[in-house]
């Protein structure tokens, strides 16, 4: 049989498509329903319509989802699920397919006979996707036909009609952003993969895959990027794929059980780093701010952790306890529930707010858990050893923390003394922190800045890498111990730590995470020199802020500064040619001096230190005219995976990833 074939008689039809009206104020302020008008935004797109497909799968009528970047740039999506309804809606007098597309909140999500639970529960998904594309086209194959309808800007102006015959059966979604809404409309194939990768993973057995079609993107060998994600192992095989370049303790934990139609899935297993990575999905939705699932699962974890180790006499008696910060040291974890109505913050679904679910998880955690434990005594007295490390360290970090406290208290103040800081009385959104390398460069810095709302914070050298130490070591580093205080709002998590019932401390270790109210500094800006171990520099401070600082990057608080590589100059005129940007050189050489360049200064600066206070002022620091990066995190799990194989401990996956990728190396130091 054709995997197209139609094989599900079910009744699936017009009058089942549930409406709540309006689709002009999409386009009005798109923003507020995919979240923004930029590279996000756009990707966003692509997630409404495939999660379309995926709720297809959910439901038991779909295998494949095949995505395609078009040859034209636009987007592809073929399921082969049941077809959106084509027969007429009695309410709307229009097609089914046309009611679903054009009409907000006009889906089948809305009837549980259709979708016992969805991700695009909002029903707004396909048709905000119209209201934004300049072109979308919907195909069905259904009852033996081919149909066709298309739109522009979430209007109709071909209606639907039958194009052929067929012997297939499913959706397919071709759809071109509007230039007019969005600031880009080139796709991205990894933001993209990323995505398909990881849906596949958390159904298991569905088989996506990819293709770039874009001349653009013919790679070396003369072929097109192209991928297919399946993975019978679900969720055990996403975990094995976070820690990928970790040395875990064991196989991953698999935890699959329903309790009241809901159904659950985790997966999780402990390795040699000392940060938990947990990741949760509702229904397919990766709920970045956790919610009810997550606490049901942090709750349990710890509970079952304390008592395996009572009960087995690694622990004398109950006076020594594990915190939840302490057990979820090292942890990988991913966690899929499945829930018929969720309750999310937003069409964004950051959050899971259902209340039943917490105890639910916590039942279902703690019973499979402890058995697990139960039946394997050797690996999990390793993760009781590894969980009593992380309360050792995380009591030296706390006097750690109490020192830091005294000291500071003892000379008046807490900021570093070799902070340079900005005038006071300036909205601390309006100003800005250099984080310098050396003190020639502080030097300059201090003399070129602007003192009424710019800071310097000078560093001696590479600081701590962060990736390869506990708290305890890194809070005894003069250097993050300047940088903490300089930047006011602490290191860790927001949340505390609940570990039998009670709240008992957390953060990391020390009672006092990180407060974004506390943030001394609008923007933070990593300066160091244009080479290697500028590089370097900046990637041992990007990584010290995506592990114990995340929520800066998250909020778009944390930048690079791209001094420049090249001074072209001839007279009293002077151009800077800036990384990235280097055939600029040669041109400006001949643009002031001819063809054989004759008077013509060319100054490569190998450092800060090398420039002037006016020339950083110019190049780096002046608003008007520097050149600075806004680092993001599109993708927790990604950039995780990142910044352990570039800093962690395991060597080949770092030497292929630099074999790999070595052709795109500029700017190498001699």
Same mark, same amino acid.
């Given at each position: ?27 009005? #302020?798109?923003? @507020? ?54 027969? &007429? ?18 889906? /089948? ?22 209201? &934004? ?19 522009? *800007?979430?209007?109709?102006? *071909? ?6 015959? =067929? ?17 880009? $409309? ?10 398909? #990768?990881?849906?596949?993973? &958390? ?6 895959? %990819? ?36 040395? =875990? ?7 699959? *059980? $329903? ?31 956790? /919610? ?27 006076? @020594? ?9 090292? %942890? ?15 069409? $964004? ?16 955690? +703690? ?40 000291? =500071? ?10 902070? +340079? ?87 990391? /270790? ?7 109210? *506390? ?42 500064? @791209? ?77 995780? #995976?990142?910044?352990? @194989? ?25």
């Amino acid at each position: 049989m054709n995997e197209f074939e139609e094989v599900n008689k079910e009744t699936y039809s017009a009058d089942t498509i549930t409406v709540l009206k309006g689709l002009e104020a999409v386009r009005m #302020r798109p923003a @507020m329903y995919i979240g923004d008008i930029g590279t996000r935004g756009l990707h966003h797109l692509v997630n409404e319509v495939v999660d379309n497909s995926i709720d297809e799968a959910l439901a038991g009528h779909c295998t494949r989802v095949d995505v395609e970047i078009t040859q034209d740039g636009g987007i592809s999506v073929l399921d082969n699920g049941r077809g959106i309804p084509v027969d &007429l809606h009695k309410e709307e007098n229009k097609p089914g397919v046309e009611v679903a597309m054009t009409i907000l909140h006009a889906g /089948g999500k809305f009837d549980k006979g259709n979708y016992k639970v969805s991700g695009g529960l909002h029903g707004v998904g396909v048709s905000c996707v119209n209201a &934004l594309s300049k072109q979308m086209i919907t195909e069905v194959y259904k009852h033996g036909k081919h149909y066709r309808i298309e739109f522009e *800007k979430g209007k109709t102006v *071909k209606n639907l009609e039958i194009v052929g015959e =067929s012997n297939i059966r499913g959706t397919r979604q071709t759809f071109y952003p509007d230039p007019e809404i969005f600031e880009t $409309t080139v796709y991205n194939y990894e933001t993209i993969a990323h995505r398909l #990768r990881v849906l596949a993973f &958390l159904n298991k057995g569905l088989l996506i895959t %990819l293709k770039d079609n874009r001349q653009s993107s013919v790679k070396e060998d003369g072929t097109l990027p192209s991928d297919e994600f399946i993975y019978e192992g679900g969720l055990v095989e996403f975990v094995k794929y976070i820690d990928e370049n970790k040395k =875990s303790i064991g196989e991953p934990i698999y935890i699959e *059980k $329903t309790i009241d139609d809901y159904p659950l899935e985790v997966a999780l297993s402990w390795n040699d780093t000392y940060r938990e990575n947990i990741e949760s999905y509702v229904n397919n939705i990766h709920t970045i701010e956790g /919610g009810t699932h997550e606490e049901g699962f942090k709750s349990a974890l710890t509970r079952v952790i304390n008592k395996y180790a009572l009960d087995s006499k690694i622990f004398k008696n109950d006076k @020594m306890k594990l915190s939840g910060s302490d057990v979820r040291e090292g %942890l990988t974890a991913v966690i899929s529930i499945k829930v018929m109505e969720p309750q999310f913050e937003g069409q $964004t679904k950051t959050k899971l707010g259902n209340g039943e679910i917490t105890g639910i998880v916590q039942s279902v955690v +703690y019973e499979k858990l402890l058995e697990w434990m139960d039946e394997n005594p050797r690996i999990a007295r390793m993760i009781v050893d590894k969980c009593t490390e992380a309360l050792r360290a995380r009591e030296a970090a706390r006097k750690a923390k109490d020192m830091i406290r005294r000291k =500071s208290a003892f000379e008046g103040g807490s900021m570093p003394a070799k902070l +340079y800081d900005c005038m006071k009385g300036t909205n601390p959104m309006d100003c800005e922190l250099f984080i310098v390398e050396g003190d020639s460069a502080g030097g300059s810095a201090v003399d070129g800045r602007d003192i009424k709302y710019q800071a310097i914070l000078p560093l001696r050298g590479k600081i701590l890498n962060v990736e390869k130490a506990r708290l305890d070591k890194m809070l005894a580093n003069e250097e993050i111990k300047s940088l903490i205080n300089a930047i006011g709002t602490g290191i860790g998590e927001n949340e505390a730590d609940y570990p039998n019932g009670t709240n008992n401390e957390g953060n990391g /270790g020390g009672g006092d995470g990180f407060a974004l109210e *506390k943030l001394r500094y609008g923007k933070i800006i990593c300066m160091a020199d244009a080479d290697v171990d500028g590089a370097h520099i900046s990637t041992l401070l990007l990584t010290f802020f995506f592990r114990y600082m995340p929520e800066l990057i998250k909020r778009g608080h944390v930048f690079i500064a @791209m001094p420049p590589l090249y001074k072209v100059s001839k007279g009293k005129v002077s151009h800077y040619v800036y990384p990235g940007n280097e055939e600029l050189k040669d041109s400006l050489v001949a643009e002031l001096g001819g063809e054989d360049g004759k008077g013509v200064q060319v100054q490569r600066y190998k450092g800060l230190g090398e420039m002037n206070p006016e020339q950083l002022k110019d190049t780096t620091l002046d608003p008007e005219k520097r050149v600075i990066k806004k680092i993001n995190i599109e993708d927790a799990v990604e950039a995780d #995976r990142i910044f352990t @194989m570039l800093m962690g401990d395991e060597v080949p996956p770092r030497k292929d990833f630099i074999i790999e990728r070595c052709h795109f190396a500029q700017n190498i130091d001699a």
